[in-house]
């Protein structure tokens, strides 16, 4: 805690936001140790996920997080991640969420819903920066991989510790489909496959393609 916090705010706790295609999710982090402190709060996504409905949602859990005593500073930045192509805040795709969202700019959207700096990026590039300073690719050199299985596949590839933005690796071509749509956790549940047949023969089909097309470290 620097010596201007006030009391009861921690300087070293920061809020992040993980808007899904099924679920919008949000946290306190531990920004030293990426921890989460508490309790993550979730609310469904909105159907059809406008951006103006969804920054609804966001608001509210930003709301909710900033009401509890280990709150962050009120003017702390918000970390946003979206699961779409994002390039200087603006969303360039939407493979799960309402097709208005291409070339919204989640960014300044968010930044004037909540009143607050925001940091927007993609979901799994957040999840491959956290993984890359956090936890099991700190420190390691070469290519480091993340692959997130919800609704689609998203992926991250950090080199030396340096993100390379945007990979969109759920959407390789295998076997002549779009490789989310065979291998995601929602083809799993709308499929019914059982755990087994999902990672012996979809997963393992997807990782073994993109293994042989990047060789990662990790
Ligand atoms: C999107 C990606 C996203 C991934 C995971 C894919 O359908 O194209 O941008 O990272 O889903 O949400």
């Known amino acids: 805690m620097s010596s201007g ?3 009861g705010v921690v300087s070293q706790y920061g809020i992040g936001i993980d808007i899904g295609g099924t679920g919008t999710k949000g946290g306190i982090v531990d920004l030293t140790t990426g921890q989460l402190v508490g309790e993550r709060f979730r ?3 909105p159907q059809p996920a406008t951006p103006q409905a969804v920054a609804g949602v966001v608001r509210q859990i930003v709301d909710e997080l900033q009401s509890r ?3 962050p500073a009120p003017d702390s930045h ?3 991640v979206f699961p779409a192509i994002i390039k ?4 360039l795709s939407a493979a799960n969420v309402d097709k208005s969202w291409i070339n919204t700019d989640v960014d300044a959207l968010m930044t004037e819903t909540l009143g607050r700096e925001v940091e927007a990026l993609n979901d799994a ?4 920066l956290a993984e890359a300073h956090y936890g099991a ?3 390691k050199e070469g290519l480091v991989m993340v692959i997130t299985l919800g609704t689609g596949i998203g992926s991250a590839m950090i080199l030396n510790g340096q993100l390379v933005p945007n990979a969109e690796l759920g959407h390789l071509e295998i076997d002549g489909h779009d490789a989310e749509t065979r291998a995601s956790a929602a083809a799993r549940e709308r499929e019914q496959l059982p755990w087994k047949k999902w990672a012996t023969k979809r997963l393992q089909r997807y990782f073994s393609h993109v293994e042989f097309l990047f060789s990662p470290s990790l």
Do not use: K, L, S
């Not at 200087?88 to 969303?91: D, I, K, Q, R, T």
């Open 43 to 45: 609310i469904p996504t």
């Open 78 to 80: 918000v970390g946003i």
């Open 88 to 91: 200087n805040g603006v969303a």
């Open 5 to 7: 916090t006030p009391q």
């Open 125 to 128: 590039d957040g999840a491959g």
């Open 137 to 139: 690719g700190r420190g």
């Open 69 to 71: 005593p280990e709150a």
